[in-house]
């Protein structure tokens, strides 16, 4: 058997979707010891789901573990994934995320495989696409690309 080479960067980050971001921060804090960032609102209007336009917003907070970034996804207002992940099956973990070097190479990749992204932004500094990938695993996974130094 041959070992095969992975195309994509290390996993960096697994995804939540919480209800109550501020409890989850404080339970992940005392039963972890996890130092979360201060919650972000985030306005994501204009995003792209499903090919059309929505105006959403959004809460947000990370940790770390190790090389590993924890995202907690409260969804605030309006249509997104993370308020169909919620409604569907309630607070857990909804993607994993790999960092990529170029987006459109990414999604024209993903096409190639009957692929098109689900949710997608480009905020300025960043930009995520979310790809359904729920068929075996039940996790979405999401490409970003960040135009500046983190």
Not at 52 to 71: C, M, R
């Amino acid at each position: 058997m041959t070992e095969q080479q992975n195309q994509f960067s290390p996993i960096c980050q697994l995804g939540y979707v919480v209800s109550d971001i501020q409890k989850t921060c404080e339970y992940y804090q005392r039963i972890f010891g996890m130092e979360f960032s201060e919650v972000i609102d985030v306005d994501m209007d204009g995003a792209i789901l499903r090919g059309k336009p929505v105006n959403t917003k959004i809460k947000v907070a990370f940790a770390k573990s190790g090389d590993l970034e924890l995202e907690l996804i409260q969804p605030v207002e309006g249509e997104n994934l993370y308020t169909e992940f919620l409604a569907s099956n309630g607070d857990g973990i909804h993607h994993i995320a790999f960092p990529v070097d170029d987006m459109d190479a990414m999604k024209a990749e993903f096409a190639k495989k009957g692929l098109e992204p689900l949710f997608y932004k480009d905020m300025g500094v960043m930009e995520f696409a979310y790809f359904d990938t729920t068929e075996f695993g039940g996790t979405m996974t999401e490409f970003h690309y960040w135009k500046m130094e983190t």
